[in-house]
């Protein structure tokens, strides 16, 4: 699945080409031709887990260190997403480990649920933010003064 969108995020018009690739085979990562490309080329990622399946949060755990291998950083903009809040009761992953994965990894972190859509909106806002303060943070470091930047157009993939 693929959307683009204009969107305006604090005062900031751009354009985001988001794709969700939900088809991934569970080893992956490097050996995924068909998307692998494509997903090299993504300014900022999404990844998601259900906290009621303990197996897509253990391939969710495999995304971040991949991710910076491919673009050769040490951080990158990325956001682990806790899915399906709603279903406590069925927890397979405690909130605990999806903070440890976060920390380890240096990427932000989220909880939504289906029961509050607003949820999903809000996490999306986080993950282009943090792109935003990536791309301001390196600027800084080339240039050495700030500047206003701008940001036309943005690849999002959720994984």
């Not at 985001?16 to 997903?39: E, T």
């Not at 029961?115 to 600027?139: C, G, I, M, T």
């Amino acid at each position: 699945n693929s959307y683009k969108r204009r969107c305006v995020v604090d005062n900031r018009e751009f354009r985001i080409n988001l794709q969700a690739v939900s088809d991934i085979p569970g080893d992956y990562l490097p050996g995924f031709v068909g998307m692998h490309g494509q997903l090299r080329r993504g300014d900022m990622y999404m990844l998601v887990y259900s906290i009621t399946s303990r197996a897509s949060f253990t391939r969710v755990t495999r995304y971040p260190n991949q991710i910076l291998q491919w673009k050769d950083k040490s951080a990158y903009p990325m956001l682990i997403v806790r899915n399906h809040a709603e279903q406590g009761q069925r927890r397979e992953v405690s909130t605990q480990e999806g903070i440890a994965l976060a920390r380890e990894t240096g990427c932000h972190i989220c909880e939504i649920s289906a029961d509050y859509p607003d949820h999903l909106q809000e996490a999306f806002l986080d993950l282009v933010r943090a792109r935003w303060r990536y791309e301001d943070q390196k600027y800084l470091r080339i240039r050495g003064y700030e500047d206003a930047i701008t940001y036309e157009h943005l690849k999002a993939f959720i994984l």
